[in-house]
């Protein structure tokens, strides 16, 4: 159907949010994708995410690499800045375009092959140098774009459709990103929109290296039994550490949990992470033991999902470089050529 064109008109009395859009104006392009595919359920989360945290579509900088997840930024947020750059290389030309324009939200869309196969050089700087995004991979443990190959995500003794047994350890990007310093780091599924949104708007929030690992099951090559990335296997074996609220600074907080059942995270722009206990031993700003935490029960077989670990004091690559606040393309002459005064100086602190 990839021809059929989405209607302009908007029902006149679709609810709109506080800058004056309905969610209408948050999608994009009728999606190409297998119908059943997990992708098209992060694009609707990401949508509803963006419209419920009244965020001007203009304001968005979405970034991709290339694979059918890559492909989703056409899917949604149709008015808003984007990039599909080379397979892997987002991380990198994401860096590029926040160091020139700090006034976006930056949001990297990419794949477990994009980032974790070709890619992962790249994931892993990014993380390790804080820059302020919100990076989303859709997991679903294969290729899909070119028909079905084991990625690096893909779990030692996961089967292919063709029944191959997958020999290789897989490589486990949360866990990656908890130890390279990224400072927001979750796991979801994206059958579960209730915990995904949330999930999505807290990294769009949070004003550093925000990372979330969506498993993404891919219904044409990675759906069937002996598959550890299928819908049946996620539903049997997700253990949800915590279920997430997400209240924007300007939100009345009126729901009431007995004491211990609730960490609340405010984080930098002053909005609330209310994060309802599911595990009681679970502390999500304890790096070390979400690491163990994950470690233990992933040996276990189960996968862990939720907000895994927080810094709400979290920093960026802008705080270290000592970025210009103004982007760069509306600097004046002045300002990019000071003068040879100017440049006497630099050379002179550097003799
Ligand atoms: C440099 C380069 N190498 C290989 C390819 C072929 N290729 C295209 S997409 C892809 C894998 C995509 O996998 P993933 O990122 O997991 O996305 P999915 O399709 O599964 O969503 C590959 C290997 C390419 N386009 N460019
Ligand atoms: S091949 Fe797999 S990942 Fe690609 S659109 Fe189809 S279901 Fe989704
Ligand atoms: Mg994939």
Known sequence: MTYIA????????????KVGYTRRDYEGRVSTLCAGCGHDSISAAIVEACWELDIEPHRVAKLSGIGCSSKTPD????????FNTVHGRMPSVLTGASLANRDLLYLGVSGDGDSASIGLGQFANAMRRGVCMAYIVENNGVYGLTKGQFSATADRGSKSKKGVVN????????????QLGATYVARSFSGDKAQLVPLIKGAMSHGGAAFVDVISPCVTFNNHAGSTKSYDYIRQHNDA????????PRSEITTEYAPGELVEVRQHDGSLLRLRKLHSDYNPTDRNAAMNYMQTH???GEVVTGLLYVDPLATDLHN???????PLNLLEA?????????LEQINASLR
């Open 6 to 17: 989405k209607p302009r008109l908007h029902h006149p009395s679709l609810t709109r949010n």
């Open 298 to 300: 992933q040996a276990r």
């Open 320 to 326: 270290a470089l000592n970025t210009s606040e103004t």
């Open 75 to 82: 899917y949604f947020l149709g008015a808003s800045h984007g």
């Open 167 to 178: 020999s290789d350890s897989p490589v486990d990007l949360v866990a990656l990103a908890l």
């Open 334 to 342: 002045p300002q990019l050529c000071p003068g040879a005064g100017a």
């Open 241 to 248: 550490v915590s279920r997430i609220d997400f209240i924007t």
